[in-house]
T-cell receptor, first 114, second 117 residues
C-alpha cells in the first residue's frame, strides 16, 4: 500500500532553474496539501487543493505554482528557484470528513538551491 | 487569522517520567480540530491524536492524551511514562473549516523532546 508518494526525494538546483515536485496518492483522497519545513519554523502551508481541478493559496505561496489535473496527483512547481526556497517539502492528503481529518504525509523532498 | 503557538523549542525529560508539551491556538471559527504529530529523526510525520472543538471529553490514545482547555484555547499533549523512542519533534496543528467541508490545516513551530535514560 503506497499511500502518498513524493518524487524526487532529493534535488539540487541552481538559482533561476525551474523544477516540478510530484505528489501522488492512491487513497482516493479529495484534499491534498504542499508544506515546506524549515528549521525552527515548523511546517508552513504553501498551497492546497480541495478537489480535482481546484487549488488555493496557503500561508507562503509566493514563488510556487500548483496544479491538480488528476485527483491522485498534486504538482508543485518552482519557476525560478531562489536560495530562500531551500527546504524540505512535504506533500499530504486527507479525506473529506467532518471530524478527525488527519493528514497522510509523503516522505518529503530535500531541495537545495545554490 | 488562525495561529498555532508552541512556546517550548526544546525539552529534556527523564525516561519514565510524564511530559506535557504546550500548544495554544487562536481562531474565530467555532468549528475546528486539533492534532498532534510526531516527527522522529527519520523525518516521517506520524499522527498521534486528534481533538474536535465540540468534543466534550479529552482525547486519549494509549500513552498520549490531549489536555483540551477550550476557554484558554490550549491543547497540550501529555505523554505518560516516557520512553527513549519518544525523542522526536512534536507538532501541534489545527484544522480550520473554510466552507462546506473544505478545510486547511496549519502547524505550530514544534517542540524537540529529548528523553534521558
Amino acid at each position: 500500500n503506497a499511500g502518498v508518494t513524493q518524487t524526487p526525494k532529493f534535488r539540487v538546483l541552481k538559482t533561476g532553474q525551474s523544477m516540478t515536485l510530484l505528489c501522488a496518492q492512491d487513497m482516493n483522497h479529495e484534499y491534498m496539501y504542499w508544506y515546506r519545513q524549515d528549521p525552527g519554523m515548523g511546517l508552513r502551508l504553501i498551497h492546497y487543493s480541495v478537489g480535482e481541478g481546484t487549488t488555493a493559496k496557503g500561508e507562503v505561496p509566493d514563488g510556487y505554482n500548483v496544479s491538480r489535473l488528476k485527483k491522485q496527483n498534486f504538482l508543485l512547481g518552482l519557476e525560478s528557484a531562489a536560495p530562500s526556497q531551500t527546504s524540505v517539502y512535504f506533500c499530504a492528503s486527507s479525506e473529506i470528513q467532518e471530524t478527525n481529518e488527519k493528514l497522510f504525509f509523503g516522505s518529503g523532498t530535500q531541495l537545495s538551491v545554490l | 487569522a488562525q495561529k498555532i503557538t508552541q512556546t517550548q523549542p526544546g525539552m529534556f525529560v527523564q525516561e519514565k517520567e510524564a511530559v506535557t508539551l504546550d500548544c495554544t491556538y487562536d481562531t474565530s471559527d467555532p468549528s475546528y480540530g486539533l492534532f498532534w504529530y510526531k516527527q522522529p529523526s527519520s523525518g516521517e510525520m506520524i499522527f498521534l491524536i486528534y481533538q474536535g472543538s465540540y468534543d466534550q471529553q479529552n482525547a486519549t490514545e494509549g500513552r498520549y492524551s490531549l489536555n483540551f482547555q477550550k476557554a484558554r484555547k490550549s491543547a497540550n499533549l501529555v505523554i505518560s511514562a516516557s520512553q527513549l523512542g519518544d525523542s522526536a519533534m512534536y507538532f501541534c496543528a489545527m484544522r480550520e473549516v473554510l466552507y462546506s467541508s473544505a478545510s486547511k490545516i496549519i502547524f505550530g513551530s514544534g517542540t524537540r523532546l529529548s528523553i534521558r535514560p
